[in-house]
């Protein structure tokens, strides 16, 4: 029996700061990327919810996840707490609380070169769909960014710090347009264990390039109303994350190069990546040989009509040949080693090709 209560392993459910103040962060004193329109809607979205509601309710859903939503800010405060509510929580088991529902902070102190993580902020109980958490912070000016759930929606979010402290927006990212991705499940982030371990975040702190996640569990099947959305935004890198959702393999062969052809026509001058599922492997219907060649087709056919700003990642080659169980959480999503390999494949590709832009 344990007697004695490890410290870090407590969540109290309380502030407990007698100077604290909690600001909402849609008060407009926070700078918040990868979320819709956010300062002009009482939500909290990945798109605007008529696109994916004219789709499937399902999608509807998981557009309030906030997978790749961050609130950045500079502060002196000695602490910085959150006040939480969720909605829309998805409990599936092969995914920790931090990764679903959490809420993590990098921070940037003076005289560093690079964000690193301070706390991750977590419900006491699974079942919790609200949740209050302080933690100090080393003293004097920083900058934070603050990721949230991959798997959760916020009603309510407000950000405790110290009564007169300082209090600034914060952009950490370079002067371009954000990548956007769009995938299945794994690109919304299944099964990091924390909102800043999926692998466009990681891409994100180490390039300095702001990015929306608009990856969708079990979702992502290039349906027109999600293509014509994707194509109207604004961005300097696309990466086409396709395999996965399409029902079987002629879904995928109708539907995957229309998505690539519809941002290429809105965008003439952007790299796009082409990329196929980590999870060969995992292949029941014996099916992934056959969408591996669907997707490296289409990437020779936009080649082959002169497209030389096309590129193709083979999820495969994420992982190496020995111990590949070792990166995934379930067989099919990657765990945190796996999605830092992830980054890395694919954060070296985008790395050459801002540099490039």
Same mark, same amino acid.
């Given at each position: 029996m344990i007697k004695t209560k490890d410290p870090n392993m407590? %969540?109290? #459910?309380?502030?407990?700061k007698n100077d604290c &103040?909690?600001?909402?962060?849609?008060?407009?004193? %926070?700078? =918040? *990327?990868?979320? +819709?329109?956010? %300062?002009?809607?009482?939500?909290?979205?990945?798109?605007?919810?008529e696109i994916p509601g004219s789709v499937s309710e399902n999608l509807l859903n998981l557009n309030q996840n906030t997978s790749g939503g961050r609130v950045c800010f500079i502060t002196d405060s000695?602490?910085?707490?959150?006040?939480? &509510?969720?909605?829309? =929580?998805?409990?599936?088991?092969?995914?920790s609380g931090g990764g679903r529902v959490g809420i993590d902070a990098y921070l940037l102190l003076d005289g560093?070169? &690079?964000?690193?993580?301070?706390?991750? *902020?977590?419900? !006491?109980t699974n079942a919790d769909t609200s949740y209050k958490k302080v933690i100090d912070v080393p003293k004097g000016r920083k900058k934070v960014i603050m990721n949230l759930p991959l798997y959760a929606g916020i009603k309510c979010l407000k950000?405790?710090?110290?009564?007169? @402290?300082?209090?600034?927006?914060?952009n950490p990212y370079k002067n371009m347009a954000p990548i956007v991705y769009y995938g299945s499940s794994i690109t919304q982030g299944a099964c990091a264990t924390r909102p800043s371990n999926s692998y466009e975040s990681m891409i994100s702190r180490r390039n300095f390039v702001d990015f929306i996640n608009l990856g969708f569990s079990g979702a992502c099947r290039g349906e027109k109303p999600m293509v014509d959305y994707i194509a109207s935004l604004d961005m300097s890198l696309f990466v086409l994350d396709f395999d996965h959702n399409a029902d079987n393999p002629q879904q995928l062969r109708e539907r995957h190069? #229309?998505?690539?052809? @519809?941002?290429? #026509? !809105?965008?003439?001058?952007?790299?796009i990546i082409m990329a196929t599922k980590p999870d060969f492997e995992n292949d029941d219907r014996n099916e992934n040989p056959e969408r591996l060649k669907i997707?490296? @087709?289409? +990437?020779l056919r936009a080649r082959r009509e002169g497209d /030389?700003? =096309?590129? %193709?990642?083979?999820?495969?080659? *994420? +992982?190496?040949?020995?111990? /590949?169980?070792?990166? *995934? @959480?379930?067989a099919c999503h990657p765990n945190d080693l796996g999605f830092y390999k992830m980054s890395r494949r694919f954060g070296a590709m985008i790395d050459r090709l801002l540099k490039k832009r």
């Open positions: 407590i %969540f109290f #459910n309380e502030i407990g &103040e909690l600001i909402d962060v849609k008060s407009g004193k %926070f700078s =918040v *990327f990868g979320l +819709y329109d956010f %300062f002009n809607r009482d939500d909290y979205v990945r798109m605007p919810p000695d602490y910085i707490g959150v006040d939480v &509510e969720l909605c829309t =929580v998805f409990n599936g088991t092969n995914m560093d070169s &690079e964000y690193r993580l301070r706390c991750s *902020f977590l419900p !006491a950000i405790g710090l110290q009564k007169n @402290a300082l209090l600034e927006k914060l190069y #229309n998505v690539y052809k @519809a941002v290429r #026509n !809105a965008h003439p001058d952007i790299p997707v490296k @087709a289409d +990437y /030389r700003n =096309v590129y %193709f990642i083979d999820g495969r080659s *994420f +992982y190496g040949k020995k111990e /590949r169980g070792l990166n *995934f @959480a379930d």
